[in-house]
Every structure is written in structure tokens, then in C-alpha cells.
């Protein structure tokens, strides 16, 4: 499979920790990096490789995989970080990129 | 400070052609690996097209291939996309943005703020 997966809406309480998931074959051969997105804005990198942020990016954003799936740890979920999260990888072949259809992280 | 202005966006007719420019400074692009993302209304993120530093390796969506062209001229800091025989489902907002990484490991570390697409049927 060229695709990666990912649930379109996840919500989570103010202060509690959320998981973001991603599944894929390609997962199995490269790592992947995740996004958020706010309305109207571009994409920000928040975590890439087996658990790596960006410089500016909070160390609640944490990273983890294991086979087929990646997945994105928010602890301590804050308002703003309300947003929809993409994750990315190479396909198998290595020449092609993947996004995945996007979670809608909603604060309740 | 690192940037990424993209320009060209506008309202065309399907069929028509459109050549989007990214133009970027702070950071070594003639060593960057850069890439064309879109994002239709609504929509998720949409990989485009890649051309690594020097222009050897150039790879295509399968919706695009055969219709736009991504390029690049590293004395000028910029990236191209020029974009033919224009669909409606090619409307959306057009990002540049770098591709760093290597081997099993590969993210986009910088974006540009986009420019927008329409296509009108």
C-alpha cells in the first residue's frame, strides 16, 4: 500500500495526553515527521525521526513507532494546541512522497 | 531568518497555464532538496512534485505527471512550478517548501505562507 492512515478526528480534555496515530507500509522502511496546521496557515514541523522537535517546538510533543504505525503524543494538551496533524513519509520506493489524511485535534 | 515567498497564484481557466515562483533566502538552497505541496479548500496536504539540489532527480505526483514541471535555479535562491492544462481538482493553495533529511529519515523543515490556485471550469 502507498497510503497513510490516520483517524480524521481525535478529541481530548485541556491538561490530558492524546495519541495520534498513522499507518502505513512504508512506515516499516522510513520514519515519519508530523505536522499541525491551524486554519489559514501553513504546516509546522513538530516532531521528525524517532523523536526529534524542531527548535520552538514545546516537549510535550513527543514521538514514538513501531511496525506499520507512527504516532504523535500530546501531554498536557493545551487550547492551542487545537489543530489538524498530518503525518508525512517516503512511499516504499523512496521517490514518491505520502501525507496522511489529517487528524482534527479538537480541546474540549 | 529563513524564507519563502511564493507568488504566481491566480484565477485561470481550465486548460490554461500558470507558472508559480518560490523565492527563498536564509538557508543554503543550492544544497536543499525542495518540494511543491498543495492543499485543495477543505482538503488535506497533497504532495506535488520534488527536484533535488541540483535538479538530478525530479519526481511527480501521479496527478500531475505529464502536466506541470517543477524547476529550479539555485543562482536566483528559487523554485519553480510551471503548471499546464489546468484541472478544476488542481484548484488549491500551492506550497514551497524544503525537504531535508536522508536515508530512512526525510521532513520538511521549512514552508512558505502559499499562494493560491483557481481554476475555473
Known amino acids: 500500500s502507498s497510503e497513510l492512515t490516520q483517524d480524521p478526528v481525535v478529541s481530548v480534555a485541556l491538561g490530558q495526553t492524546v495519541r495520534i496515530t498513522c499507518q502505513g507500509d512504508s512506515l516499516r522502511t522510513f520514519y515519519a515527521s508530523w505536522y499541525h496546521q491551524k486554519p489559514g496557515q501553513a504546516p509546522v514541523l513538530v516532531i521528525y525521526g524517532k523523536n526529534n522537535r524542531p527548535s520552538g517546538i514545546p516537549d510535550r510533543f513527543s514521538g514514538s513507532s513501531a511496525g506499520n504505525t507512527a504516532s504523535l503524543t500530546i501531554t498536557g494538551v493545551q487550547a492551542e494546541d487545537e489543530a489538524d496533524y498530518y503525518c508525512?513519509?517516503?512511499?516504499?520506493?523512496?521517490?514518491?512522497?505520502?501525507f496522511g489524511g489529517g487528524t482534527k485535534l479538537t480541546v474540549l | 531568518e529563513v524564507q519563502l515567498v511564493e507568488s504566481g497564484g491566480d484565477l485561470v481557466k481550465a486548460g490554461g497555464s500558470l507558472r508559480l515562483s518560490c523565492a527563498t533566502s536564509g538557508f543554503t538552497f543550492r544544497n536543499s532538496s525542495m518540494d511543491w505541496v498543495r492543499q485543495a479548500p477543505g482538503k488535506g496536504l497533497e504532495w506535488v512534485a520534488s527536484i533535488t539540489s541540483s535538479g538530478s532527480y525530479i519526481f511527480y505526483a501521479d496527478s500531475v505527471k505529464g502536466r506541470f514541471t517543477i524547476s529550479r535555479d539555485n543562482a536566483k535562491n528559487s523554485l519553480y512550478l510551471q503548471m499546464n492544462s489546468l484541472r478544476a481538482d488542481d484548484t488549491a493553495v500551492y506550497y514551497c517548501?524544503?525537504?531535508?533529511?536522508?536515508?530512512?529519515?526525510?521532513?520538511?523543515?521549512?514552508w512558505g505562507q502559499g499562494t493560491l490556485v483557481t481554476v475555473s471550469s
Open positions: 508525512n513519509s517516503r512511499d516504499r520506493s523512496g521517490n514518491h512522497v505520502l
Open positions: 517548501a524544503r525537504y531535508n533529511g536522508g536515508v530512512d529519515l526525510w521532513y520538511f523543515d521549512y
